[in-house]
């Protein structure tokens, strides 16, 4: 069962792609559009996590949130999940943006959920977790991009990185090992 900011986290985004299905120009004003960004619309660094490139982009997402997120919401505890979070939804998103060209329009919350896998590679023994899965589980989902054309890579690893960093500075809330 999904703790309560990941599941509430699963329906807003999910509700927010559904009202974008009807609305096309609210997909464009969310995503994140470097050339808007230097125009100082920096809300899109956020935003873009809620708007999706499809129902596939949104359920794997999603899905990966309900696992991940479940998981580190309930290791860490909800204000330290909320951290980890936001810290890699931005650094993934600044990540696009610095390293894009200005007309490249990106959607989703990858980079989120990447620095919810940096975070699974900090706490993954303590919550039991096989260390070499979880490695081969981000090296799949980071070559993926390569694969499939018009995924950004460079989102995944900002917020990959960012999570990973942030999850080593917090202490869980309660230890799980002894």
């Known amino acids: 069962m999904p703790k309560g900011l990941t599941k509430n986290l699963i329906l807003f985004i999910s509700g927010c ?3 974008s299905q009807f609305q096309t120009n609210l997909q464009f004003e969310l995503a994140l559009y470097p050339a808007a960004i230097d125009q100082g619309q920096w809300y899109r660094l956020i ?3 809620l708007v999706h490139g499809g129902w596939l982009h949104l359920i794997f997402n999603m899905l990966a949130l309900l696992s991940l997120g479940t998981l ?3 290791f860490y505890g909800r204000n330290k999940y909320v951290i980890i979070l936001i810290t890699s ?10 390293f894009n060209p ?22 993954g023994r303590s919550l ?23 995924i950004d890579w460079k989102a995944h690893l900002g917020g990959l990185v960012a999570g990973a960093l942030t999850a080593a500075l917090l202490k869980p809330k309660r230890q799980l090992w002894e």
């Open 17 to 19: 792609f559904l009202i």
């Open 47 to 49: 935003t873009v996590a």
């Open 72 to 74: 580190i919401e309930g």
């Open 89 to 98: 939804l931005i650094c993934g998103s600044l990540t696009s943006y610095l």
């Open 102 to 123: 200005p007309q490249t329009l990106a959607v989703g919350s990858s980079g989120m959920i990447f620095g919810l896998f940096g975070a699974l590679a900090i706490a």
């Open 128 to 150: 039991g977790a096989n260390l070499k899965e979880v490695g081969s589980l981000i090296a799949l989902n980071l070559a993926i991009p390569f694969l499939i054309p018009g």
